[in-house]
């Protein structure tokens, strides 16, 4: 493996760190449900060639050291650069892995402790079809996935909201749950702490999942003006609150609500003929680090391979 071929593995490292600027500018050329699942999809993609380019890496490295090489049954040197710049390079990937590993477990751990109080809570609370509504003097509302779905609601939200503006909040929560819009926000958060360039864009796959809800709850009660409404009060009521639901578990009050109002009360048309550039520029950038990644690995499988004698040079 000459110097010239581990480029392939530093090309998914660094594009992660390009797809934030086309992120940023997804939803303004993008439909909320079609801007969701190509960045979610992007991300995915761009995570897991990254993981697996830092893997290479770590492997490389750990075949250079000789108790690891005669248990790969390596009958040659493994070709590599100099050990001054490949041992470094394994090492930083170690450590970028065993960061990532380690907050992604804490991460979790906690995700899934707040999960199991609040689906305990809503459990044991009587409900009317999926909705649960939950004493407490802190305004709150999300949907919480699970069988059965529930949208969990506080009694000081039901009274920050008129009864149109809360037919509005339950139809929002209802669009989370319909479109398994807490599988979109797992995947973000699995992405981000695979690659730290990936982080901005789970702020960006957040705000399509809730953009998303916006519009199908404005479709619902046939009002975009009353939908806009509805969420900018129950923002504001929260404002002061802090909520105990987990991260995965979305709700009408997350993310930039002033432009998710803005998104509402503009006159929907066709989106800009530039969208069709932004889907190709995101899956660009996935294709181009899978690929680059494959190459990579590929690489040093067969490097692998021409050391244990297996193949030729």
């Given at each position: 493996?000459?110097?010239?071929?581990?480029?392939?593995?530093?090309?998914p490292?660094?594009?992660?760190?390009?797809?934030?600027?086309?992120?940023?500018?997804?939803?303004?050329?993008?439909?909320?449900?079609?801007?969701?699942?190509?960045?979610?999809?992007?991300?995915?993609?761009l995570?897991?060639?990254s993981?697996?380019?830092?893997?290479?890496?770590?492997?490389?490295?750990?075949l250079?050291?000789?108790?690891?090489?005669?248990?790969?049954?390596?009958?040659?040197?493994?070709?590599?650069?100099?050990?001054?710049?490949?041992?470094?390079?394994a090492?930083?990937?170690?450590?970028?892995?065993?960061?990532?590993?380690?907050?992604?477990?804490?991460?979790?751990?906690?995700?899934?402790?707040?999960?199991?109080?609040?689906?305990?809570?809503?459990?044991?609370?009587?409900?009317?079809?999926?909705?649960?509504?939950?004493e407490?003097?802190?305004?709150?509302?999300?949907?919480?996935?699970?069988?059965?779905?529930?949208?969990?609601?506080?009694?000081?939200?039901?009274r920050?909201?008129?009864?149109?503006?809360?037919?509005?909040?339950?139809?929002?929560?209802?669009a989370?749950?319909?479109?398994?819009?807490h599988?979109?926000?797992v995947?973000?958060?699995?992405?981000a702490?695979?690659?730290?360039?990936?982080?901005?864009?789970?702020?960006?796959?957040?705000?399509?999942?809730?953009?998303?809800?916006?519009?199908?709850?404005?479709?619902?009660?046939?009002?975009?003006r009353?939908?806009?409404?509805?969420?900018?009060?129950?923002?504001?009521?929260?404002?002061?609150?802090?909520?105990?639901?987990?991260?995965?578990?979305?709700?009408?009050?997350?993310?930039?609500?002033?432009?998710?109002?803005?998104?509402?009360?503009?006159?929907?048309?066709?989106?800009?003929?530039a969208?069709?550039?932004?889907?190709?520029?995101?899956?660009?950038?996935?294709?181009?680090?899978?690929?680059?990644?494959?190459?990579?690995?590929?690489?040093?499988?067969?490097?692998?391979?021409?050391?244990?004698?297996?193949?030729?040079?």
């Amino acid at each position: 493996m000459t110097a010239l071929l581990l480029i392939p593995l530093f090309v998914p490292l660094l594009m992660p760190f390009a797809v934030p600027a086309v992120a940023r500018r997804c939803l303004d050329r993008l439909a909320p449900v079609a801007a969701l699942w190509a960045l979610t999809l992007a991300v995915l993609v761009l995570a897991g060639a990254s993981v697996a380019a830092l893997g290479a890496l770590v492997l490389t490295g750990l075949l250079k050291l000789p108790l690891l090489a005669g248990l790969d049954d390596l009958v040659h040197p493994l070709r590599t650069p100099s050990d001054l710049v490949i041992l470094p390079l394994a090492a930083a990937a170690t450590g970028l892995l065993t960061v990532g590993a380690a907050t992604l477990v804490r991460s979790a751990l906690r995700q899934l402790r707040a999960f199991r109080i609040a689906r305990t809570q809503a459990d044991r609370r009587p409900t009317a079809g999926d909705l649960c509504v939950i004493e407490s003097p802190h305004p709150d509302a999300y949907a919480l996935p699970g069988r059965p779905h529930r949208i969990v609601v506080t009694t000081a939200m039901l009274r920050s909201l008129g009864p149109d503006e809360r037919e509005v909040l339950f139809a929002h929560e209802r669009a989370h749950n319909a479109g398994g819009h807490h599988r979109f926000l797992v995947a973000a958060e699995l992405a981000a702490h695979c690659h730290p360039g990936l982080r901005p864009v789970r702020e960006a796959i957040a705000l399509a999942v809730e953009r998303a809800a916006d519009e199908a709850a404005a479709t619902v009660v046939g009002d975009r003006r009353l939908t806009a409404r509805a969420i900018a009060r129950a923002a504001l009521a929260t404002t002061s609150a802090r909520s105990t639901r987990p991260d995965f578990a979305p709700a009408a009050t997350t993310g930039p609500v002033p432009q998710r109002v803005a998104a509402l009360l503009a006159t929907p048309g066709h989106r800009p003929r530039a969208a069709s550039w932004i889907a190709f520029l995101l899956a660009a950038c996935a294709t181009v680090s899978a690929s680059a990644a494959a190459t990579g690995v590929l690489t040093f499988h067969h490097e692998v391979e021409v050391a244990q004698g297996e193949e030729s040079r």
